[in-house]
T-cell receptor
Framework: GENVEQHPSTLSVQEGDSAVIKCTYS??????FPWYKQELGKRPQLIID?????GEKKDQRIAVTLNKTAKHFSLHITETQPEDSAVYFC????????????FGKGNQVVVIP | DTAVSQTPKYLVTQMGNDKSIKCEQN?????MYWYKQDSKKFLKIMFS???????INETVPNRFSPKSPDKAHLNLHINSLELGDSAVYFC????????????FGEGSWLTVV
């Protein structure tokens, strides 16, 4: 099955700086890559996703890039703000299939005011 | 108008007891899940049902028994609770063929004492 690795496990950034979280996956059949944000005490929520026919996708201050050859994808947060402090999970799965979405272990992002 | 709702939100119980967590989704999705999130924040899938049929059954003690009376509901019953069962349990749902975007419930905080 799919194995998703996420690193670094913790990332501290100064407010206004950029943050980058990287994930690697093992199954070349995976073609759907969502990112979830989980604030303290809350549920994980989808913030952005990308499919394998696209190399990059942006939504305001967040962007995701995908390198299918190297089997890695990254989340980029620009102009970080204190409300960006959260745990971020990457995930991977086939677009159609048995609905098995494999999650990474999460990355704690701390934005220092 | 909550999309995925689960009850109870908090549950404190003694070892050896039996407890249930209920989940309902009003998104019209055909697939529902139970995830367990431990103190290290790992999101581990436990079960998945598609149109009331069990499709994912990870290595979970058989003290955990899911039940899906219809495709909008997925309940989780836990027998003979142990200290190690303390965690946050998230119900989630998705629709087959939409990239497996998963929508999580608010979570149920289970503490076994």
């Amino acid at each position: 099955g799919e194995n998703v690795e996420q690193h670094p496990s913790t990332l501290s950034v100064q407010e206004g700086d950029s943050a980058v979280i990287k994930c690697t996956y093992s199954d070349s059949a995976s073609n759907y890559f969502p990112w979830y944000k989980q604030e303290l005490g809350k549920r994980p929520q989808l913030i952005i996703d990308i499919r394998s026919n696209v190399g990059e996708k942006k939504d305001q201050r967040i962007a995701v890039t995908l390198n299918k050859t190297a089997k890695h994808f990254s989340l980029h947060i620009t102009e970080t703000q204190p409300e960006d402090s959260a745990v971020y999970f990457c995930a991977a799965s086939p677009f159609y299939g048995n609905n098995r979405l494999a999650f990474g272990k999460g990355n704690q992002v701390v934005v220092i005011p | 108008d909550t999309a995925v709702s689960q009850t109870p939100k908090y549950l404190v119980t003694q070892m050896g007891n039996d407890k249930s967590i209920k989940c309902e989704q009003n998104l019209g999705h055909d697939t529902m899940y139970w995830y367990k999130q431990d103190s290290k924040k790992f999101l581990k899938i436990m079960f998945s049902y598609n149109n009331k049929e069990l499709i994912i059954n990870e290595t979970v003690p058989n003290r955990f028994s899911p039940k899906s009376p219809d495709k909008a509901h997925l309940n989780l019953h836990i027998n003979s609770l142990e200290l190690g069962d303390s965690a946050v349990y998230f119900c989630a749902s998705s629709h087959t063929g939409t990239g497996n975007t998963i929508y999580f419930g608010e979570g149920s905080w289970l503490t076994v004492v």
